[in-house]
């Protein structure tokens, strides 16, 4: 079973950046497709960006061209680079693991098994 861990949030200005973070506590890290959702003020969490273990990634179009997500198998950690931070950006971010190779068409927070915490990101005008 799958245990993960994020850091990295915090606050930053429009146009600014911010790394997170996602430790997976398990072995069995290679077998799992990851991504990162968000969930803002009084909206449903929805998806961000995920990689499968063969690193395919895919991104939701609000965040493509500024968000960048990586995973480190040697670490069994997972990245999201967020480049030029808008206040629409501003969310809870979660990451979530789901033991599948491919990522399932038309994804969503239902099909991941497992979940972070969460961390705070907030950006500001």
């Known amino acids: 079973q799958a245990q993960l861990v994020e850091s990295g949030g915090g606050s930053v200005q429009t146009g600014g950046s911010l790394t997170l973070s996602c430790a997976a506590s398990t072995y069995t890290y290679t077998d799992y497709t990851l991504a990162w959702f968000r969930q803002g003020p009084d909206k449903e969490r929805g998806g961000v960006a995920a990689?499968?273990?063969?690193?395919?990634?895919t991104y939701a179009d609000s965040v493509k061209g500024r968000f960048t997500i990586s995973r480190n198998e040697a670490t069994g950690t997972l990245y999201l680079q967020m480049n030029n931070l808008k206040p629409e950006d501003t969310a809870m971010y979660y990451c979530?693991?789901?033991?599948?190779?491919?990522?399932?068409?038309?994804?969503?927070?239902?099909?991941?098994?497992?979940w972070g915490q969460g961390t705070q990101v907030t950006v500001s005008s």
């Open positions: 990689i499968s273990p063969y690193r395919f990634p």
């Open positions: 979530a693991a789901l033991r599948r190779p491919l990522l399932p068409v038309g994804w969503s927070a239902a099909d991941f098994e497992y």
